[in-house]
Every structure is written in C-alpha cells, then in structure tokens.
C-alpha cells in the first residue's frame, strides 16, 4: 500500500522559511516522479512543484518560482520542499503527490497545513 | 496553459446524469486528468489521459475529450458522489487545475 506522510508545516512569519518533508512508502520511490500541490483555505488545488525519479529535472509554479525549492533524497524515501521568502498567500494545506501517467497524482498524503501570519 | 471548468457549482439528486466541463486555453491532446475531493480529504485521481478510468474507480464515471474540450460525466449519481471534481492538465509545466466544481444535492 503506497503511503505518503508529510512532515513539518507549522506557524511562520512573513518573510521566514520552512521545509515539508514526505516519507514514502509502498512503492519504488526512486522510479517515481513527485510533486506538491497546495490548498488554501477554502480554496482550489493549486500545483506547486513536481520531481523527477532520477531528480534530474524539476519544475515550478511561478507563483513559487526563485522561492521554493524541491528536492529528493531516494536513500531516504523522501522528498522535500524547501519554502523561503514566504507570504501570507503562501498560506495553504500542502499535499505530497506521487505522479502517475504523466504529471497526474494517484496518490495523495493526508496534508500539511503552513501558516504564514505575524 | 489555463483549465475553465463550468459550471462552478451544480445541484442535482441521487440518480441524476450529471456533466461537468473543462476547456483549455490551448490544445493539450488528451493530457488531462480528473480529480474528486471530499472535505477534509485529500483529491482521488478519476480519470487519466482524459478518458482512462482510474483503477477501483466505478464505472458510471466517464470522461471524454481531446484537444480543449473535454467532458467528466457521472451516469448515475451516488451520494457518495457529491463532492469538488477538479481538471488538471499535464500537457507541460505548470500543470494548472481548474477552478473546481461542486456538486450538491
């Protein structure tokens, strides 16, 4: 059963920084391309981040784009999101998603909740 | 590359056919995939390569489309159906959502 945990969401400032994590498991994580995608309050989906299996190649929203940064380490199962310079509309419930037939996500994590408020 | 869906919210009954749409603001062939969200869950891929069904996902849910033009439709409406159904394109980065749809009883 493929399981995704995401890690590390919280209370932060205008302008700090954070990293999510997402233990996964389940599946060959270092074939798998991942991504995040992001929730605000009330909200739709929005895309944020994508990897690739062999972390070669990454791709960003421009929302987000110079700010965030997305890594893997497939020793650990892990992806990461690095966050800085964050604003309040940053605002959001980040999900880790593992693509699937192309950069569609067939599995989900429960969510992550990051609050950017002084 | 920007996803419309319509409508925005949609009410309907149990058993009712229901369709919702997603037009691209450019072609994207069939690269398109169809989410459905609780709340407070996380989104459940439907629908890939516009038109393939998700595996365990049942079969009253059908989704057809090429190009810009692209349709989910739900043959016959459970309650555990109602819920925000979201388009997403994976055609290139970023691989945008629509805006959603909500479908109530």
């Known amino acids: 059963e493929v399981q995704l945990l995401e890690s590390g969401g919280g209370l932060v400032q205008p302008g700090g920084s954070m990293r999510l994590s997402c233990a996964a498991s389940g599946f060959t994580f270092g074939s798998s391309a991942m991504s995040w995608v992001r929730q605000a309050p009330g909200k739709g989906l929005e895309w944020v981040s994508s990897i690739s299996g062999s972390f070669v190649t990454t791709y960003y929203a421009d929302s987000v784009k110079g700010r965030f940064t997305i890594t893997r380490d497939n020793s650990k199962n892990t992806v990461y999101l690095q966050m800085n310079s964050l604003r309040a509309d940053d605002t959001a419930v980040y999900y880790c998603?593992?693509?699937?037939?192309?950069?569609?996500?067939?599995?989900w994590g429960q969510g992550t909740l990051v609050t950017v408020s002084s | 590359i920007q996803l419309t869906q319509s409508p925005s919210s949609l009410s309907a009954s149990v058993g009712d056919r229901v369709t919702i749409t997603c037009r691209a603001s450019?072609?994207?062939?069939?690269?398109l995939a169809w989410y459905q969200q609780k709340p407070g869950k996380a989104p459940k891929l439907l629908i890939y390569a516009a038109s393939t069904l998700q595996s365990g996902v049942p079969s009253r849910f059908t989704g057809s489309g090429s190009g810009t033009d692209f349709t989910l439709t739900i043959s016959s409406l459970q309650p555990e159906d109602f819920a925000t159904y979201y388009c997403?394109?994976?055609?290139?980065?970023?691989?945008?959502f629509g805006q959603g749809t909500k479908l109530e009883i």
């Open positions: 450019q072609a994207i062939s069939t690269y």
């Open positions: 997403q394109q994976i055609n290139s980065s970023p691989y945008t």
């Open positions: 998603a593992k693509d699937f037939w192309g950069a569609s996500h067939d599995s």
